[in-house]
Nanobody
Framework: QVQLVESGGGSVQAGGSLRLACASS????????MGWFRQAPGKERERVAR????????YYADSVKGRFTISLDNAKTTLYLQMNSLKPEDTAMYYC????????????????WGQGTQVTVSS
């Protein structure tokens, strides 16, 4: 059974930093992409960042460009999101996701999801 488990969430003041991690396990194939999404209360889920595992090419939402960095460990089984210069509007549940299909990755329509980790940024 495939599992994606997020960690690293918490509460921080505006301007601070957090590093999220997502450990994947329970599969024998390779992900084509992994990504981070977030959902704030009363809002739709939105894309944050995505990384292609074969090329390490990264993609970011405009709202986080220059502040967040997505990366993988050398084994390409643990995903990270370094979040700097956090703002109150970054407050949300952050979800890790992954997929093996290039088409779904390109559409940000990933199939495998973690349970989420809460990030709260106070002003």
């Amino acid at each position: 059974q495939v599992q994606l488990v997020e960690s690293g969430g918490g509460s921080v003041q505006a301007g601070g930093s957090l590093r999220l991690a997502c450990a994947s396990s329970g599969y024998t194939y390779s992900w084509f992409c992994m990504g981070w999404f977030r959902q704030a209360p009363g809002k739709e889920r939105e894309r944050v960042a995505r990384i292609s595992t074969p090329s390490d090419r990264t993609y970011y939402a405009d709202s986080v460009k220059g502040r967040f960095t997505i990366s993988l460990d050398n084994a390409k089984t643990t995903l990270y999101l370094q979040m700097n210069s956090l703002k109150p509007e970054d407050t949300a549940m952050y979800y890790c996701a992954a997929d093996v299909d290039p088409g779904r990755c390109a559409r940000w329509s990933l199939n495998s999801w973690g349970q989420g980790t809460q990030v709260t940024v106070s002003s």
